[in-house]
């Protein structure tokens, strides 16, 4: 299963970029490409990478990449619940931000 809260970051700075520098054709296409890799963590949850800076967490955070171009990079952060075969998508956050910044 997998579960997704509200994404505050995704709402608030995502969506602004796809609408500010896309054309809304595009921005859906790129909306619905990370939908897809969103989706694809039912499959292979453990794929990604363990993500650095939520080491010091008790969850295992880990993160794939969902690149569109060399200037728009985001991070696709999750944990996996095992007890309960679940896929928690955290946060959505963008490679060119201050990774101190990043706070699943």
Same mark, same amino acid.
């Given at each position: =299963?997998?579960?997704?809260? *509200?994404? *505050? %970051?995704? &709402? /608030?700075?995502?969506?602004?970029?796809? @609408?500010? $520098?896309? &054309?809304?054709?595009?921005? *859906?296409?790129?909306?619905?490409?990370? !939908?897809?890799? #969103?989706?694809?963590?039912?499959? =292979?949850?453990? %794929?990604? /990478? @363990?993500?650095?800076?939520? /080491?010091?967490?008790? @969850?295992?955070? %880990?993160?794939? *990449?969902?690149? !569109? &171009?060399?200037?728009? #990079?985001? @991070?696709?952060?999750?944990?996996?619940?095992?007890?309960? &075969?679940? #896929?928690? #998508?955290?946060? $959505? $956050?963008?490679? /060119? =931000?201050?990774?101190?910044?990043?706070?699943?």
């Amino acid at each position: =299963m997998l579960r997704i809260p *509200l994404f *505050l %970051r995704y &709402s /608030s700075t995502i969506l602004p970029y796809l @609408k500010n $520098f896309f &054309s809304p054709e595009r921005a *859906l296409e790129i909306q619905k490409a990370i !939908e897809l890799d #969103v989706s694809s963590l039912k499959q =292979m949850p453990i %794929r990604g /990478s @363990k993500e650095p800076y939520l /080491s010091d967490r008790p @969850k295992d955070y %880990r993160f794939i *990449l969902h690149k !569109e &171009s060399r200037y728009f #990079v985001i @991070k696709i952060i999750y944990f996996i619940d095992e007890i309960r &075969s679940t #896929v928690f #998508v955290t946060d $959505f $956050f963008p490679t /060119s =931000m201050n990774p101190d910044k990043i706070t699943s």
